[in-house]
């Protein structure tokens, strides 16, 4: 006789093997070790990036006489918010580690890599090892139009770098004059304070000496001589 049920005997045993659903118990587990959060800084923290793009670079060895590469990742131009100063910051994409470190002087000078339109290289004093060294780079981009910007970007900080250090010797060339003035208003003023003091001693006469008083002649005691001459006058 088929069985009347519509849930027939597979059902039930799909229901049986079926996984059990977790439940909540509400139970909390705190962890193990407690990790504290931790303030990172990349010492870009006061400047602005003025500007921003991939790439990768290469610096020149001179020993091995060939261009050997630095990294691939992000090159920046940050601006400082209170000095203003421009520098150069390249880090590789996935360790962050530092390419390139410098400031971009008036006197440096970008040009396009000979052959390649999407390379330029230029010369600078770089400090991504922690020491100052004479390095030669190149970097390369994915398009024409990224190294054009590059470059435009490169040539304008070197630029204003160069008007903002003209400014700064004229401001500086303005003030020792000011103070050379006030120095030399200084001198004037106390040379004829001086001369005035002088001619005023001139003119006052030097004082007279007071004359010096005689003693008085002290007065001499008297004798019993004369007290008997005094004392015989007045009985006549």
Request: net charge negative.
């Amino acid at each position: 006789m088929a069985s009347t049920d519509p849930e027939g005997p597979e059902h039930r045993e799909e229901e049986e093997n079926a996984p059990a659903v977790d439940e909540d118990t509400g139970a909390q587990v705190a962890p193990i070790v407690k990790l504290e959060e931790v303030a990172v800084t990349t010492g870009e923290e006061d400047e602005d990036p003025i500007l921003d793009l991939k790439a990768k670079l290469y610096r020149f060895d001179k020993d091995g006489n060939q261009w050997k590469e630095r990294g691939a990742g992000s090159v920046k131009f940050l601006k400082h918010k209170v000095t203003g100063k421009v520098r150069l910051v390249m880090r590789q994409s996935k360790t962050l580690k530092i390419c390139a470190n410098h400031l971009v002087l008036p006197t440096m000078i970008v040009q396009e890599h000979v052959g390649n339109e999407k390379s330029c290289v230029w010369h600078a004093n770089d400090f991504a090892d922690g020491e100052l060294k004479d390095e030669t780079f190149c970097i390369r981009f994915a398009t024409v139009e990224n190294c054009k910007t590059f470059m435009e970007k490169f040539q304008d900080v070197a630029a204003a770098s160069q008007n903002k250090q003209e400014e700064a010797e004229d401001v500086a060339e303005k003030k020792q004059q000011e103070e050379d003035k006030d120095a030399s208003d200084t001198a004037g003023l106390l040379e004829k304070l001086s001369v005035e003091e002088k001619k005023k001693n001139e003119k006052e006469p030097e004082p007279e000496p007071e004359p010096e008083l005689e003693p008085e002649p002290e007065a001499k005691p008297k004798v019993d001589g004369d007290k008997k001459d005094e004392e015989a006058s007045a009985s006549t």
